[in-house]
């Protein structure tokens, strides 16, 4: 049994092994009997279970507590970049699709494109 007043840390492999043996249990008292020997709340238990369902057993690990730090202006920048650069690839793209189909229509149609289109 952990020392009462002091936080708990699971590591992701207690965590499985907990929602592993919960699973396991048939009865409602075993369940109960497995939270008062761990010295765990069943909420915690639902979150555990809710966690690996939804993302697997990676969700079960230890994350920092908090917010996230926020962005220096180098940072920011970069980002700001990334989405730019992004943004220029995908019209770079739309336009050697409109290239390649104007060179289509242009054999269809029998003109040359090199010439000003007059024949």
């Known amino acids: 049994m952990p020392k009462p007043g002091k936080r708990r840390k699971f590591s992701a492999a207690e965590k499985l092994r907990i929602v592993r043996e919960a699973a396991a ?18 909420s915690l238990l639902a979150a ?3 966690q690996l369902a939804l993302h697997g057993s990676e969700a079960l690990a230890e994350r920092k507590p908090g917010r996230k730090p926020k962005q220096d202006a180098k940072d920011r920048r970069i980002a700001e970049l990334e989405e730019r650069s992004a943004r ?16 289509k229509v242009s054999a269809i ?6 010439t000003g289109g007059e024949r």
């Open 88 to 103: 220029l690839e995908e019209k770079l793209a739309f336009a050697e699709k409109l290239i390649d189909l104007q060179k």
């Open 25 to 42: 249990c048939t009865l409602r008292r075993h369940i109960e009997a497995l939270l008062r020997r761990e010295g765990i709340y069943s």
């Open 109 to 114: 149609l029998g003109v040359n494109l090199t």
């Open 48 to 50: 555990w279970r809710k």
